[in-house]
């Protein structure tokens, strides 16, 4: 088994993203709001927001702000078919702004057999 955790550069990709794992056969996976060091440190972190905020305070620039999947998936076979299907949603993985994946070996994983 392995743990998958892509880190999804462009949130508005986040829906086809899930419909292309989904048809890929995964199980399911785990959505985090994620933001990276570099967005921290050009100020996409807000700490202005004021004592009595308005609805306008709390959204200000969702774009700048990644998506983290993670899931567990079975075997080669499957692991294939999720790299694929997420790269036929942000493209080519080796190019800029597409995202992160990451895949390690899952040696025990408990409660999921049942979505496997």
């Given at each position: ?17 899930l ?76 190019k ?21």
């Amino acid at each position: 088994m392995y743990l998958i955790l892509f880190v999804l550069d462009n949130p508005d990709k986040l829906e086809e993203l899930l419909d292309a794992w989904e048809k890929a056969g995964t199980g399911g996976a785990t959505v985090l709001s994620s933001t990276g060091m570099h967005r921290l440190n050009a100020g996409a972190i807000r700490d202005d927001i004021p004592l009595m905020p308005g609805l306008d305070d709390f959204y200000k620039r969702v774009e700048d702000y990644h998506r983290t999947l993670f899931t567990i998936v079975k075997d080669d076979e499957m692991l294939d078919k999720i790299v694929d299907a997420t790269q036929s949603v942000v493209g080519d993985l080796n190019k800029p702004n597409t995202g992160i994946l990451v895949v390690m070996p899952a040696t025990q994983v408990y409660g999921l057999e049942k979505n496997l």
